[in-house]
Nanobody
């Protein structure tokens, strides 16, 4: 299971740090992905990280502003979000599709999927 936290309301230009705690599966061998879904839109992958944390990948719209990381000792995934924009408003989910990094916006391709945390960027 996956449980996200850290969402909230932030002004444009602000920062938030999301966390995702994993249980009931071997987190340390799984790649992880953050996926978001804005109101009225389909899911879109945001950032992905390998099981070791050595390889990361970002969609173009967040590269340079967001940073994905993980602490395998704590079974926790993070997403540091800086310079937030109104278009970043969405429900953010953590997900895993297995050992290989998955950069997919299709929910059915993921084995594990959290309940989501709301991020609202507004003045």
């Amino acid at each position: 299971q996956l449980a996200e936290s850290g969402g909230g309301l932030v002004q444009p230009g602000g920062s938030l740090r999301l966390s995702c705690t994993a249980s009931e599966f071997t987190f340390s061998i799984m790649s992880m992905t953050w996926v978001r879904q804005a109101p009225g839109k389909g899911p879109e992958w945001v950032a992905a990280i390998s099981s070791s944390g050595l390889t990361t990948s970002y969609r173009d719209s967040v590269r340079g502003r967001f940073a994905i990381s993980r602490d395998n000792a704590k079974n926790t995934l993070y997403l540091q979000m800086n310079s937030l924009k109104p278009e970043d408003t969405a429900v953010y989910y953590c997900a895993s599709g297995g050992r290989i990094i998955l950069k997919s916006s299709v929910r059915s391709e993921y084995t594990y999927w959290g309940q989501g945390t709301q991020v609202t960027v507004s003045s």
